[in-house]
């Protein structure tokens, strides 16, 4: 089989790949057929000292630069990932099992994205001056340091940008380990950095499980974690970044709620429950998959639904014409199977799809569950795949009420043509990204995260720059001081 130009070795560190083969082996599997392209290695505790070491070395130089000059560097990277797209996109379908119709338009891009935005914002950061009298005080906004960014295997392009465009602005250093499941794309966010001019350790790439991750929280020359993944995971890098008194911006799960009211438009509802349940075969965070809509259209919505998914091409990721692929794993598929199987044990009423596909790969049909409850464990644990559990409502009140009625809020969506009721219920959200008549945008320029147990901090916008940096106030006194003996 043909596969895109590899990373030449598992590490990234101090501007040059790296490799130690005592670390445990990582095979990487092309999900759309199960075979192994790649194997890495998890670093070992020298190749983590390594990293640590180096991007401690290089941060104080880096945060001694203008911030023009850091962000032209980041600048540059953004182009040259916008002229290598193709490749990289050929990669991101090849580590995830996103079709290429999906990662030739999402994935770098978005990446470069955060880097021209933060890239540009890094010459605007400033302190503020306050005039106290004749004394004032005036503040400096600094780096925070080493930050490390741990990340999930659904978009680990974006991820590693969106984590490591601010931080690099605001002039700290950078560790990223992606996910076990995913490690090849970030390598590539390292070399275009560097060979954009970004100076040799101030981003580095590890890779390994979770303990490597948790070895670099706890590492104690470490200032900052920002991870995205589960909330079983967000709970322990918590706990471990709160005994280091550590800054933290947690990207964590969710099971989103999107509202359709009666009066929506239904070709407009039914391809934002399309884009919140079967994008990335349904493997993104903020998905809107307790979808309630209004009895009345309940019938009308459904048809639709079904005929529209008729139309998916489930295939070949790398067919452009492919707008539907494979679970990123098979222990993905097997975890989406299991919640299939307990929905319809549990009374849902299948509609469409709910098996694994007759064919190579880890392929599961989009599925749609009807008449679900409130209480049914598919609508209540977040399944990450594309499983979509459809509830009814009568009423604005009490559909609000069970739509936040859960310990997630990282998302939440409405369709309606009321406007004044569409703002009610977007105030109403306990979620923090919210839609109207859209679903699951995520542009660079709006901040982007989670409230309850879907995260802390927020990315992207502006935002984020308050997560990477700190202020200091430095206090000046202009005249005599006085002191009472
Ligand atoms: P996961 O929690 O299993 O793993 C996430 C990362 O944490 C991986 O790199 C893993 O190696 C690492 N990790 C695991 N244990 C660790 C530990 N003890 N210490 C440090 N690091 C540790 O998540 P996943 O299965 O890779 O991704 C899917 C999850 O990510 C879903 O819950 C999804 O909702 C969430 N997610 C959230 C966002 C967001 O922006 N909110 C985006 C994408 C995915």
Redesign the pocket.
């Known amino acids: 089989m043909t596969y895109p130009t590899q990373p030449t070795a598992s590490h990234f560190i101090g501007g040059a790949y790296v490799e130690d083969t005592a670390g445990t082996p990582i095979d990487v599997v092309y999900p759309a057929t199960g075979e192994v392209i790649a194997t890495v290695h998890a670093a070992t505790p020298a190749i983590i000292d390594k990293a640590v070491t180096s991007a401690r070395t290089a941060q104080t130089a880096w945060a001694a630069m203008t911030g023009t000059e850091r962000g032209r560097i980041l600048r540059r990277a953004a182009d040259m990932m916008r002229a290598r797209n193709h490749a990289l996109s050929v990669l991101e379908t090849y580590d995830t099992g996103k079709p290429y119709q999906e990662t030739s338009v999402v994935d770098a891009t978005s990446g470069a994205d955060a880097l021209e935005y933060f890239g540009g914002m890094a010459a605007t950061l400033t302190g503020e001056h306050i005039q106290l009298g004749e004394d004032w005080v005036y503040t400096r906004r600094e780096p925070l340091g080493l930050c490390v960014g741990?990340?999930?295997?659904?978009?680990p392009t974006q991820?590693a940008c969106w984590k490591g465009a601010p931080a690099l602005a605001c002039g700290n250093a950078t560790i990223f380990?992606?996910?076990?499941?995913t490690p090849l794309c970030a390598l590539k966010v390292a070399e275009i950095l560097h060979e954009a001019g970004l100076p040799a350790g101030l981003y580095n790439v590890v890779q390994?499980?979770?303990?490597?991750?948790?070895a670099?929280?706890s590492d104690p020359r470490v200032d900052k974690v920002s991870?995205?993944?589960?909330?079983?995971?967000?709970r322990?890098?918590y706990a471990?970044a709160a005994d280091g008194i550590k800054h933290v911006t947690m990207?964590?799960?969710?099971k989103s709620p999107l509202i359709v009211f009666e009066d929506a438009d239904i070709e407009n509802a039914v391809s934002g429950a399309i884009l919140g349940n079967f994008y990335s075969s349904g493997q993104?965070?903020?998905n809107g998959t307790r979808v309630f809509v209004h009895r009345d259209i309940k019938d009308a919505f459904l048809q639709r639904l079904s005929e529209r998914l008729a139309n998916a091409r489930i295939g070949d990721p790398m067919d452009p014409d492919t707008s539907f692929g494979p679970m990123v794993s098979e222990r993905q598929k097997d975890i989406v199977l299991g919640y299939i199987a307990t929905g319809k044990s549990e009374g849902a009423r299948l509609v469409t799809g709910g098996a694994q596909m007759e064919r190579d790969g880890y392929y599961i049909q989009p599925t749609v569950f009807a008449d679900v409850t409130d209480e049914m464990t598919i609508a209540r644990e977040?399944i990450?795949g594309p499983v979509m559990a459809v509830l009814d409502f009568d009423d604005e009140a009490d559909v609000l009420r069970r739509a936040n009625d859960t310990e997630f809020g990282?998302a939440a969506g409405v369709f309606t043509r009321d406007l004044a009721r569409a703002h009610r219920i977007a105030a109403g959200f306990e979620a923090g990204t919210c839609y109207i008549n859209t679903y699951n945008d995520a542009p660079v320029e709006a901040p982007?995260?989670?409230s309850k147990a879907?995260?802390i901090g927020r990315?992207n916008s502006k935002a984020a720059i308050e997560h990477y940096s700190q202020l200091k106030s430095v206090y000046v006194r202009m005249g005599d001081l006085e002191a009472p003996f």
């Open positions: 741990i990340g999930a295997w659904n978009y991820i380990k992606p996910s076990e499941t390994g499980m979770g303990e490597v991750g948790g670099l929280v991870l995205t993944g589960s909330v079983p995971t967000g322990k890098v471990a990207e964590l799960g969710g993104v965070c903020s977040e990450f990282l982007f995260g989670g879907s995260g990315e």
